[in-house]
């Protein structure tokens, strides 16, 4: 077959696939569909994919939803290490001025099982520099928003998420419900850099292509209220040597804090905290009404 029937060949077998969704009843299954179709057989056709490609993808996939449970998401891992979360943040979070800017939701979240009081320590007495977060959550606008529900979390000393040791309580881990003034407070450890797992298709993906797999210290922050748009965010350390290259793209100026010296405080439990570092910050949320143009 010449190349010019050999291309036009190919042509009609896409175009044969795309129009078998026309009759789809739902009008945005059917452009997502067609699209995925033609976007899909035309990087088949870019790159002259091999069978012997085609069946390491079909694998690598497979073993990806292996890896899933009801603990790790290693499709969202594989999501957030491609750009793709980050892009689809972005599509859907236009700024709207003063409103915190969100990032990727990340493979751990398990809602905590608790509420917990303020000043409460979520350390578990993990190893660590102690570290005061106290915080005010506003509507964009300014309002202090009091009873917005607050899910904190965040990685151990050794970068291990509590969900990812077998038999681990929760720790680390923690839900608080903002006072009258719309804030919050607890006490942690200061969050240290920690590469994603390595240990499933993406971090041998990674691996390959000569990528790290290290994420920038990090706390990990979901907070809502009935009429706002639930915020899923992340506060990095300023400073941190993987700022500009976290594996999951997910650094935004606006989310790096810095952190201050202190010399003493209390937990809610009325226990003593000797020198530790200090973090404050203050949270903006979107009206469910804006439209994220």
């Not at 038999?167 to 003034?181: H, K, S, Y």
């Not at 790096?256 to 203050?282: E, F, N, Y």
């Amino acid at each position: 077959m010449n190349p010019s029937s050999r291309h036009a060949a190919e042509a009609a077998l896409t175009e044969q696939v795309v129009q078998s969704f026309a009759k789809a009843d739902n009008p945005r299954l059917r452009t997502l569909m067609q699209s995925l179709v033609r976007h899909l057989h035309a990087f088949a056709l870019d790159v002259e994919l091999t069978m012997e490609e085609w069946e390491l993808a079909i694998g690598f996939l497979t073993a990806t939803g292996h890896m899933c449970d009801d603990k790790r998401q290693e499709f969202i891992l594989l999501s957030d290490t491609l750009g793709l979360s980050m892009l689809v943040d972005a599509i859907n979070h236009r700024s709207v001025e003063g409103a915190t800017e969100t990032t990727v939701l990340g493979p751990f979240y398990v809602p905590p099982l608790n509420v917990s009081p303020a000043d409460a320590d979520i350390s578990g007495g993990a190893a660590g520099t102690p570290l005061h977060v106290s915080a005010q959550v506003r509507s964009a606008c300014g309002t202090p928003l009091a009873d917005a529900w607050v899910d904190v979390w965040q990685s151990d000393d050794d970068g291990y998420y509590d969900v990812q040791k077998p038999g681990q309580e929760e720790n680390l881990r923690a839900r608080f419900v903002t006072d009258a003034e719309g804030r919050f407070s607890f006490w942690s450890i200061v969050p240290v850099p920690y590469p994603i797992p390595t240990d499933g298709p993406v971090g041998k993906m990674l691996g390959h292509v000569g990528r790290h797999p290290y994420r920038p210290a990090h706390i990990h922050f979901m907070i809502g209220k009935e009429g706002y748009d639930t915020l899923v965010t992340h506060l990095f350390i300023e400073g941190d040597q993987y700022l500009e290259s976290d594996a999951v793209f997910g650094v935004k100026r606006q989310l790096v804090v810095h952190l201050d010296d202190a010399d003493g405080g209390w937990t809610a439990s009325g226990d003593r905290m000797g020198p530790h570092k200090r973090l404050k910050h203050d949270f903006g949320l979107r009206a469910s009404s804006i439209l994220n143009q």
